[in-house]
């Protein structure tokens, strides 16, 4: 499956076609399949790391929309109900797996989180360093080192930007906890980020 975004069509009457749905006919589900399967392949392939399973999960998650469509509340929730479907599966392979470490409690306060070893000046915009190919290349490992719970929430909030409230709920979290959870990533991203770029620096100036 492309990980690129398909080109849109017609726009989707995601209300209609849940109502659709709870009647039985499943004359939609190929609509949501187009809106929605790069999406939760991103996010499954991002967490599972494999691209075989990330097939498997989106299978899995359209299956659970054509069967439990009655289940969604209504279209505001639509991409928290199909991203925590996926996000769950995807958590169930790596249990199955065995590659899915303890996930700490992150109900509590932040404060056991360092606050990064290196600090340096970027010197560039995001924008310029996301075109540069090692700076990406850099900020995708990063980002795969992050545990599955602070990728997730990272992920879902930055990168596929849902909501503080959409992200918490595809999650299972509260809004406090998913702000932690993001808190925690972003700041981990930054050190990571901060000693590459320092690293390189230091090239630069020794070539």
């Known amino acids: ?25 499943p004359g939609c589900l ?20 494999d691209a075989a399973t990330a097939e498997d999960v ?21 991409a928290s109900w199909l991203y925590r479907v996926a996000y ?26 360092p606050m990064p070893s290196t600090l340096v000046e970027f010197g560039r915009t995001p924008e310029a360093m996301l075109r540069d190919a090692e700076t990406r290349g850099a900020l995708d490992a990063a980002i795969q080192a992050l545990p599955p719970s602070l990728r997730a929430a990272f992920l879902l909030r930055d990168v596929e930007g849902l909501t503080t409230a959409e992200a918490a709920e595809a999650l299972g979290l509260t809004e406090a906890n ?8 972003r700041l981990l991203l930054r050190e990571r980020l901060s000693a590459f770029v320092a690293g390189r620096q230091d090239r630069e100036v020794q070539a």
């Not at 999406?39 to 790391?49: A, F, K, P, Q, V």
């Not at 989106?58 to 209504?74: P, W, Y």
Request: net charge positive.
């Open 1 to 25: 499956m492309s990980s690129e975004s398909r080109t849109a069509s017609a726009p989707l009457d995601e209300l209609a076609c849940l109502e659709a749905m709870r009647r039985g006919d």
């Open 30 to 49: 190929g609509g949501f399949f187009e809106a929605w399967a790069d999406r939760l392949y991103r996010l499954s392939l991002r967490i599972t790391g």
């Open 58 to 78: 989106v299978q899995e998650s359209f299956v659970k929309l054509m069967t439990g469509a009655d289940r969604i509340e209504g279209r505001s929730r639509l």
């Open 88 to 113: 769950n599966a995807s958590l169930d392979r790596l249990r199955d797996q065995k590659k899915l470490a303890p996930v700490p409690a992150e109900d509590g306060d932040d404060a056991a989180v």
């Open 178 to 185: 998913l702000k932690v959870r993001l808190h925690r990533a």
